[in-house]
């Protein structure tokens, strides 16, 4: 168990497959429990109509439906061994993301820094070059996550990283506001990192992906909200916030 709780009888999806399920039982070491909790090594049985051997594979994950999510792009920052060739874009790789393995392609958006510019030193995450990979099929990731990029033959390990936005788009990823956005994005700390985000997105952000990145349940996010006191307004079947100063100054224009 990753994180959260799990009980008898909970509907969940498996993700990236997006595979409705329920929980038949749980077995908590050996013994049949109503319950498991984040730290512990269970046994899940589980039931659904579409559930089949054949839709799960290793690395698959558990999860509660309002977070299932699964990405085909994600932006990272990357740490890498002392010495190593600079990586180039195009390059392809494998990346290992907890027990997933997939394949993927190299986009470098920037090169290496000596800090990163948003960042003190306790707050870091890392000082190897910003990069987009651009996987060959779906994973499930979240902003924090860590993983390993192993070379095309699998032999040798070119980088560790760390996962900034699991939800990355690939037009305008090189552009100057889109790595800066990046750079606000390595803030360990929601609050911080959403201040930052609407120094640099004037056009508003999309809550429910920041928070769905980020895997805050419900009181963090609103703990959140009410120390950042965005505009949120309804856009399409979600919310789309602004800082008030950039609110006021499209509403002046």
Do not use: Y
């Not at 799990?6 to 993700?15: A, E, F, S």
């Not at 290496?112 to 030193?121: G, L, N």
């Not at 996987?135 to 996550?145: E, M, Q, V």
């Amino acid at each position: 168990m990753h994180a959260g709780e799990i009980q008898v009888g909970k509907r969940l999806v498996i993700t990236p497959g997006g595979f409705t399920i329920r929980v038949r039982a749980i077995r908590v070491q050996g013994d049949e429990a109503q319950t498991a909790s984040a730290g512990v090594r269970c046994a899940l049985n589980l039931a659904g109509p579409e559930l089949d051997m054949s839709h799960i594979s290793r690395g698959d994950w558990v999860v509660a439906p309002d977070i299932a999510c699964a990405t085909h792009r994600i932006d990272a920052r990357l740490r890498m061994p002392t010495g190593s060739p600079p990586l180039k874009s195009g390059t392809r790789v494998h990346v290992h993301l907890a027990a997933k393995a997939c394949t993927g392609r190299l986009v470098v958006l920037q090169g290496p820094v000596d800090a990163c510019p948003c960042a003190d030193d306790t707050a870091r995450i890392g000082t190897g070059p910003l990069v987009q990979i651009v996987l060959d099929r779906p994973i499930t990731a979240h902003w924090g996550d860590r993983f390993l990029l192993r070379n095309w033959s699998a032999r040798s390990t070119l980088a560790g990283g760390f996962v900034l936005d699991p939800f990355a788009r690939a037009r305008g990823r090189g552009r100057e506001r889109r790595l800066a956005a990046q750079h606000a994005l390595e803030q360990r700390d929601p609050i911080e990192a959403l201040r930052r985000l609407f120094d640099v997105e004037a056009e508003g952000l999309d809550l429910d992906a920041f928070f769905l990145a980020r895997n805050l349940p419900r009181d963090a996010r609103n703990r959140v909200l009410a120390a950042v006191d965005p505009l949120v307004i309804p856009h399409g079947r979600g919310t789309r916030a602004f800082a008030r100063t950039e609110w006021n100054e499209l509403t002046r224009r």
